[in-house]
T-cell receptor
Framework: DAGVTQSPTHLIKTRGQQVTLRCSPI?????VSWYQQVLGQGPQFIFQ???????GRGNFPDRFSARQFPNYSSELNVNALLLGDSALYLC?????????????FGQGTRLTVV | AQTVTQSQPEMSVQEAETVTLSCTYD???????LFWYKQPPSRQMILVIR??????QNATENRFSVNFQKAAKSFSLKISDSQLGDTAMYFC??????????????FGAGTRLTVKP
């Protein structure tokens, strides 16, 4: 079975532009979360979606938005890019179940803003 | 709000020896999960081990084990018989009980572990 897939793997954008990152969860997983990992730091939570509804939002500006589609894939959009948005963006999918849950991560999208 | 602290930015260990990575967390929740994730240079976050807070028994996975001290809010990872492939960033993470809103993962800043031959 395929794991969590993210596209693109690398991306270079100019300040002020907009970017869309994509994530396909593991088949059967209905929860998708997005994280931002700045170089040298731990991942920071951006959004969680479950069954197409937003279940949580981290401390990020309104320039960040996301959505989940009927097939449970997800997109993360960032508008008006700043140099500080340069980071590894990680997507994780999970299947919440009684007794615990485990998040499976994709390999991330490396975004560089110049 | 939940916070996770990893006080060791870098550690090293000789191949075949044992190393312990520290993690403390702060929460008012009574039911939650704790995780250790490994992130090699390939960037893929890989789950190493998971602990459910309501279970008193420490989790073990082959060469990996944890020392979970709920009252002290401490969750350390012990790696036995260290191998070169264990070289990676290790992140401790906290998550509220599944099914609750805002059960996102909170990560520590990470510990860079180097296994020396």
């Amino acid at each position: 079975d395929a794991g969590v897939t993210q596209s693109p793997t690398h991306l270079i954008k100019t300040r002020g532009q907009q970017v869309t990152l994509r994530c396909s969860p593991i088949s059967g997983h209905k929860s998708v979360s997005w994280y931002q990992q700045v170089l040298g730091q731990g991942p920071q939570f951006i959004f969680q979606y479950y069954e197409k509804e937003e279940r949580g939002r981290g401390n990020f500006p309104d320039r960040f938005s996301a959505r989940q589609f009927p097939n449970y894939s997800s997109e993360l959009n960032v508008n008006a890019l700043l140099l500080g948005d340069s980071a590894l963006y990680l997507c994780a999918s999970s299947l919440p179940r009684q007794g615990g849950t485990e998040a499976f991560f994709g390999q991330g999208t490396r975004l560089t803003v110049v | 709000a939940q916070t996770v602290t990893q006080s060791q930015p870098e550690m090293s260990v000789q191949e075949a020896e044992t190393v312990t990575l520290s993690c403390t967390y702060d929460t008012s929740e009574s039911n939650y999960y704790l995780f250790w994730y490994k992130q090699p240079p390939s960037r893929q976050m890989i789950l190493v081990i998971r602990q459910e807070a309501y279970k008193q028994q420490n989790a073990t996975e082959n060469r990996f084990s944890v020392n979970f001290q709920k009252a002290a809010k401490s969750f350390s990872l012990k790696i036995s018989d260290s191998q070169l492939g264990d070289t990676a960033m290790y992140f401790c993470a906290f998550m509220k009980h599944a099914g609750q809103r805002d059960n996102d993962m909170r990560f520590g800043a990470g510990t860079r572990l180097t296994v020396k031959p």
